[in-house]
């Protein structure tokens, strides 16, 4: 086995949390040396990264939600260092790692630890990189507007809640796509670039994604007559939906709009009238379930 010793980047917000502490302290009996650093501002996690890889750590913890993951996940890849990434799923959502198969609880996520790093593919779009998945349509604006203090009381629902109180807001974006040997242009009501599966609390976008498999998967919702009435499906979980998206497995596409998309990037916000998104093959490695049903090649 590798050395045993990890370094955890924290969310600023989890540095009371009880729980983390505990598992930090059983995972320490077990003869694990773990560091903690805690963020504070925007460029703490990839500042800390480079510490990390400086200092010689063969692994690093993500403690947070999507959010932090990716920007650790990120910062990991362009620093080109050889440690690997553990997760730590800490967030309202954890879309990723409810996707991954990843223990939400502390003690069982940082079990992780143990389980051998396999290689994984990153999107990447313009000069950033991204784990999970790119959003855009009314479910990113949804993502964006959902309040900290309304997912501090109803969790991964108030994306939902949300959704069904913006109704008033609705409206398609159009988009032209291209890739190879891929062609779709239309007006659309949500978009999912996707590395990993699922978005916004648990809407899953692109359900056969695989993070170990050189594609991204891209899944368009045309705008119906009925907007309204499709976005409620969506939203609650509804039936039928599924015959209704433009899906393409593509090493990447480029997307224009006139207007310009608004683009949410694992937490990020990104808006642009021409994005092209590529795939990094086996840009980072992660320690997930053996059996994780985001990798293609399962151990």
Not at 125 to 143: I, R, Y
Not at 185 to 201: C, S, T, V
Request: with cysteine; glycine share 12%.
């Amino acid at each position: 086995m590798s050395e045993r010793k990890a370094l955890l980047i924290l969310h600023g917000k989890q540095a009371l949390n009880e729980e983390v502490r505990d598992a930090v302290e059983q995972w320490r009996d077990k003869g694990w040396e773990l560091a903690v650093r805690v963020t504070w501002e925007g460029g703490d996690a990839k500042r800390l990264v480079e510490e990390a890889l400086a200092a010689g750590y063969p692994t690093i913890i993500a403690g947070g939600g999507d959010g932090t993951l990716r920007d650790v996940a990120e910062a990991l890849a362009l620093a080109g260092g050889a440690a690997s990434l553990v997760l730590l799923p800490l967030g309202t959502a954890n879309d990723f790692a409810h996707a991954a198969g990843v223990p939400l609880d502390p003690q069982a996520a940082l079990a992780m630890l143990e389980q051998p790093a396999r290689e994984v593919d990153l999107g990447e779009v313009g000069d950033q990189l991204f784990l999970n998945m790119a959003t855009g349509g009314f479910g990113s604006q949804v993502t964006a507007n959902t309040s900290e203090d309304l997912k501090k009381v109803l969790g991964g629902a108030a994306y939902l809640f949300t959704g069904l109180s913006r109704f008033s807001e609705l409206r398609s974006a159009y988009g032209e796509f291209n890739g190879p040997d891929f062609h779709w242009a239309g007006e659309m009501l949500a978009l999912g670039i996707g590395n990993g599966r699922q978005a916004g609390g648990g809407h899953v976008l692109c359900p056969e994604a695989r993070i170990d498999d050189g594609l991204l998967d891209i899944s368009i919702l045309p705008a119906p007559t009925e907007v309204v009435s499709t976005l409620k499906d969506l939203l609650s979980g509804g039936l039928g939906l599924e015959n209704m998206f433009i899906r393409a497995r593509l090493p990447w596409v480029e997307i224009k709009s006139a207007e310009g998309l608004d683009i949410n990037l694992d937490g990020e916000p990104l808006k642009g009238d021409t994005l092209r998104f590529s795939v990094r093959p086996a840009a980072l490695r992660i320690h997930l379930p053996a059996q994780s049903l985001l990798l293609a090649h399962q151990a």
